[in-house]
Each structure stands twice: as structure tokens, then as C-alpha cells.
């Protein structure tokens, strides 16, 4: 079964929301990292970059300091420039917190109403860049 990015954003995105207004902080900033890096590996879709989404795994900030090297150095890549966002710039909170391992922390005290609130808007960047694709045919 091929994998899609954009569904699995727009889910991750829907539930985030949902439990970040049901107060399920932890929860919620879990699947708004998620949203991040699905964002991120849509563009593995376009060949703009060599490797599988496997071989990045969880690592989108690897994933984007190469999705924007490519976008500068190759004409094929040029065109999906302007919907690169540079992680550490643009979703601070969710590059320097967000792991994946996340879920076994002991308590959920570790991801809060502050940092949630800080991943449900920077979530809300990358979904808007993949709305954005979508609406320009790129998805």
C-alpha cells in the first residue's frame, strides 16, 4: 500500500485539534508532530531529494535542511520553493520538542497546555503549505 502524507496530515491535524480543545495536551502535541512530518515527507514525493521515507525516518529536521539545500541548488526542485518551510525558523517549539518516543514519557505533564499551544500553531503552518500544494496541483 503506498503511503500518503497528505491523508495522514489532514488526520493527524483533525485529532490534534480535538484533543488539544479536549485539554489532552500530551496527546495532542503528539499527532501535531506528526503533522510536521508529513509535511516534510510530501516532498520526498517529488524526487527532489534522493532517499525513502523510511531512510528519514522520524528525523524531518535532517529532512528539511535537505528539502531546502535541493530547492536552492536544482531548477527541477525551484518550483516547490515556495512552499518549503525552514523548520527551525518557522515551527521552533515542535523541532526542538517533538519525539516520537514522546508517548512512553512518564507522565504526561512532559508536553503542556504552553507547549501545546505552541504545536497546534506551528502544525497549522505546515498544514497550510500542503493546502497550498493542493490547490496549486502539486497533491
Known sequence: M??????????M???????????QWHNACYLAGYVAECYFKIFLQFGIVSGSPRSYS?????????LI???????TAAAYRPYLLNVNIEC???????IPGGRYFDTASEWGEILSNSFQVEKEKCFEMIT????DGHI
Open 92 to 98: 521552533p517549539n515542535i523541532s526542538s520538542n517533538w
Open 132 to 135: 497550498k500544494m493542493v490547490i
Open 2 to 11: 503506498a503511503e500518503n502524507f497528505f491523508n495522514a496530515a489532514e488526520r
Open 13 to 23: 491535524r483533525d485529532s490534534a485539534r480535538v484533543l488539544h480543545d479536549s485539554s
Open 58 to 66: 522520524h528525523n524531518f529536521q535532517r529532512l528539511s535542511v535537505d
Open 69 to 75: 539545500y535541493a530547492a536552492t541548488s536544482s531548477a
